[in-house]
C-alpha cells in the first residue's frame, strides 16, 4: 500500500495521555473527497517492545466488532510509531466526570455493550483485554445512545498495561 507519513495529517488537540502514548486528533491533508477526523496513538519507540507492539497492532487492524476501535493503517518514522484509529468522542471518565453517575439504564447499556466487545476478543480471538478501566472505554455517540469500543488487547498470556488502542486520559 501507499506509504504514509507525518506531512500527510494535520494534528489537531491531544485528545489523552498515557504511560506509553499520547492520543491526538487527526486530519488528512490531501484527500480524494471529503476526510473525517480521526485520531492517532503516538507511541516513542524507545520506550516500548517494537515487535510486541507490531504483533498487537496486526491482531488489531484484523478485528472488526461494533464494540471495539477501528485500527484504519500505521506508519512510523525514526522515533515514534502512529496508529491511525477511529476517532471517538469521549472516556467513560470523561462522562463520569462531566455527568456524574450514571442511570441505572445507562450504564447497564454501556457496560452490556463492553462485555459484548470483550467477549468477541476473547472468544473469537483469544485476547484478554488487561486494562478495563474507565479511560480506557471509548466512547462514541450514535442515535441511540453512546457506543462502547474497547483498546489495549493481548493474546492470552497475562502481562500488564501497554498495547494498541486505550485511551489514557
Known amino acids: 500500500g501507499e506509504l504514509r507519513t507525518r506531512a500527510r495529517f494535520l494534528r489537531g488537540d491531544c485528545l489523552g495521555r498515557g504511560s506509553f502514548a499520547r492520543a ?9 473527497g471529503s476526510s ?4 492517532t496513538k503516538v507511541l516513542l519507540k ?6 510486541k507492539v507490531a504483533a498487537e497492532v496486526a491482531l488489531h487492524r484484523s478485528l472488526s466488532h461494533p464494540h471495539i476501535v477501528t485500527c484504519f493503517d500505521t506508519f512510523e518514522d525514526t522515533a515514534y510509531l502512529y496508529l491511525l484509529l477511529e476517532l471517538c468522542d469521549l472516556t467513560a471518565m ?10 441505572v439504564p445507562c450504564a447497564a447499556r454501556l457496560v452490556s455493550q463492553a462485555a459484548c466487545g470483550l467477549h468477541h476478543l476473547h472468544a473469537e480471538h483469544l485476547v484478554i483485554h488487561r486494562d478495563v478501566k474507565p479511560q480506557n472505554l471509548l466512547l462514541k455517540r450514535v442515535a441511540r445512545g453512546a457506543r462502547y469500543a474497547a483498546g ?9 498495561g501497554g498495547g494498541v488502542g486505550g485511551g489514557d486520559g
Open 94 to 103: 470523561h462522562l463520569l466526570k462531566q455527568d456524574g453517575p450514571l442511570a
Open 36 to 39: 473525517s477526523p480521526i485520531a
Open 46 to 51: 524507545r520506550e516500548v517492545d517494537v515487535a
Open 152 to 160: 489495549d488487547t493481548q493474546r492470552d498470556g497475562g502481562g500488564g
Open 24 to 32: 491526538y486528533q487527526l486530519t488528512e491533508l490531501q484527500t480524494s
